[in-house]
């Protein structure tokens, strides 16, 4: 079973490992620096030893936060902009239903076990730099990306799961890795304090000597308005009435990004298309990139979202074949593109017809919800399987050698940008005072291609930048948390849900007698948990056996469901 003992036993035996930690030293440059086991008793000695162990943290923070399958795919699904489609494997939490959620099999193991080793890893960098002879800046500038990086992971495992362990110190062997649970406070608090005290170590993006996808000052400072912002937001369940004094901070924090926008250090890129490497070769690292995930075309760095967004079987575009072995296991919903204006152009990304590689041409209908094929028949997976989501090309690699190996896709994956800055921003200006931040929301919204938006009410504000973040972050990984810490998570995807449910309770074949071609498949379950703001996930049971300190979470109460949800008398 693969637990944070396992995982950090993993990491602690041959200290920091070498787990192939490639990285980009510019928008398109790649410095290769492949590590192999290393001896701990003749490592950390140089300057380089404690380089290749930041990278390695870099690397596992990358293997939890950008796990495609088991963290990005399963948060979209569960909201209304994200849905599951052809799979062949035992769904777990793959249903958009929320179906037998707190079944403790039904969890985010990854986010739990890769979390924990890439602090430990962050902590062996910590705990080993100050012995290294180097220059102190750049020493400096070590332990503040390894103080960034610890805190990330921190953010990412205390909103799924509330409090935990919060280890400081590395482990050696299977020493210290019995910890007890922290409260939820704690470590709010050692995820302020790790930010702060990187923000006085890092060097802002630009600085001569220091690689632009490296954490940098501008990244603590996104991060802690970002986290101010959801730690006000989720602790009250009136939005309205949220913590003031870290909505301050938030706005704070946010505002010195913008500052620094000022300086030309970031800004919008000014078509929201050239975002995507789908589009845009050198989309990687850009001014509006405060801090994204780097990916080489290469083993054990290629970007899994590829696989998991792209077309089963091969789709060409401008006449070359690209995405050739990818199982997409989800896509965005219908209702998030009928949400978007006919004249936004984040919509753009969201594919709605391809030709695959044998020249059929597949147009998406909205209203089956399903591709029909210039051949006259629709889109099956395998030939057996239905495809019945829209498409989201965000992280397909059309640039890939197909003919060598496709499945390596280099497409970056952003984490920081900065129109969630000016969005932080405007939210919490807005919670602080009536119409403040609606500048900083239209720049994104024009950005679009749409109108600027009028003076608003409070509530009314609050809202248009609800809906102003799912329209620029589907697919990233970041409308879940959004909409759970808003307290709309639970209404907005019971109803998404329910249509499908609907649907699969009809059991509508698209090719006669094939029952894996029904419009909607197996994991249109009856939803049985509605989320409320106070919704945590089961802490991995193999990590609760391997750590006796550890208390699980009790069982979550949904909230009433209001739609049917009947299950069907016979399928």
């Not at 969890?107 to 602090?119: C, L, M, P, Q, Y």
């Not at 970056?412 to 009536?434: G, H, I, K, T």
């Not at 970041?478 to 499908?500: P, Q, T």
Request: glycine content about 6%.
């Amino acid at each position: 079973m693969n637990t944070i003992l396992s995982q950090l036993k993993k990491y602690t035996v041959f200290g920091t490992m070498a787990l192939t930690a490639t990285m980009y030293i510019g928008c398109t440059d790649l410095d290769e620096n492949p590590y192999t086991f290393i001896d701990p008793d003749n490592f950390y000695k140089t300057e380089g030893d404690i380089n290749a162990a930041l990278n390695n943290t870099y690397h596992a923070y990358r293997n939890m936060a950008g796990s495609a399958r088991n963290y990005i795919a399963p948060l979209e699904i569960l909201t209304d902009v994200g849905e599951a489609n052809y799979r062949k494997e035992s769904q777990n939490h793959y249903r958009n239903t929320w179906s037998d959620m707190d079944n403790i099999n039904n969890t985010f193991s990854d986010v739990w076990n890769k979390g924990f080793a890439t602090i430990n890893n962050a902590n062996i960098v910590l705990g080993r730099v100050e012995s290294i002879e180097m220059d102190g800046t750049k020493k400096n500038w070590i332990k503040g990306q390894a103080l960034f990086l610890r805190a990330y992971s921190l953010y990412h495992i205390v909103r799924i799961y509330g409090g935990c362990p919060i280890p400081l110190e590395y482990t050696e062997g299977l020493n210290g890795l019995k910890v007890p649970r922290a409260t939820v406070a704690e470590v709010w608090e050692r995820i302020f304090q790790d930010l702060k005290d990187a923000d006085g170590l890092l060097p802002y993006k630009g600085t001569s000597g220091y690689e632009n996808w490296r954490a940098n000052k501008s990244a603590c400072h996104a991060l802690l308005g970002e986290a101010y912002l959801y730690k006000a937001t989720i602790d009250n369940e009136d939005n309205l009435a949220a913590n003031k004094d870290e909505l301050l901070l938030s706005k704070q924090y946010s505002g010195y990004v913008i500052d620094e926008a000022k300086k030309d250090k970031y800004e919008l890129v000014k078509s929201y298309d050239d975002l995507w490497y789908w589009n845009n070769k050198d989309a990687k690292n850009n001014k509006e990139s405060i801090f994204e995930l780097q990916y080489y075309n290469g083993k054990d760095n290629n970007n899994g979202m590829s696989t998991d967004f792209g077309i089963y079987g091969g789709m060409k575009k401008d006449g070359k074949v690209v995405a050739g072995a990818y199982y997409c296991r989800f896509g965005p919903t219908t209702d998030v593109y009928k949400s978007y204006n006919a004249k936004d152009e984040r919509r753009n990304i969201l594919l709605t017809e391809f030709t695959n590689k044998n020249d059929i041409h597949y147009a998406y209908d909205l209203e089956t919800e399903t591709w029909n094929g210039s051949d006259g028949k629709p889109y099956l997976c395998e030939d057996k399987y239905s495809l019945t989501t829209l498409i989201n090309a965000k992280y397909i690699d059309p640039w890939a050698d197909v003919a060598t190996q496709n499945e390596l896709a280099a497409v970056n994956f952003p984490q920081l940008r900065y129109a969630e800055v000016l969005l932080n921003y405007a939210e919490a200006a807005n919670l602080l005072q009536a119409g403040d931040g609606l500048a900083e929301l239209n720049e994104v919204h024009t950005r679009a291609g749409l109108d600027p938006l009028p003076a608003m009410g409070q509530k009314e504000m609050d809202d248009a930048i609800l809906q102003e973040r799912i329209w620029e972050f589907v697919g990233e990984g970041k409308i879940y948390f959004d909409e759970l810490r808003k307290g709309v998570l639970g209404d907005r995807v019971e109803k998404v849900a329910n249509r499908s449910y609907q649907i699969w309770k009809q059991n509508i074949e698209l090719v006669p007698g094939m029952e894996t071609s029904r419009q909607k498949v197996f994991f249109s379950y009856p939803m049985t948990h509605k989320p409320t703001k106070s919704w945590l996930w089961k802490i991995p049971s193999g990590d609760i056996s391997s750590n006796t300190l550890l208390e699980q979470n009790p069982n979550n109460v949904s909230a009433p469901l209001t739609l049917d949800w009947t299950p069907p008398t016979s399928n």
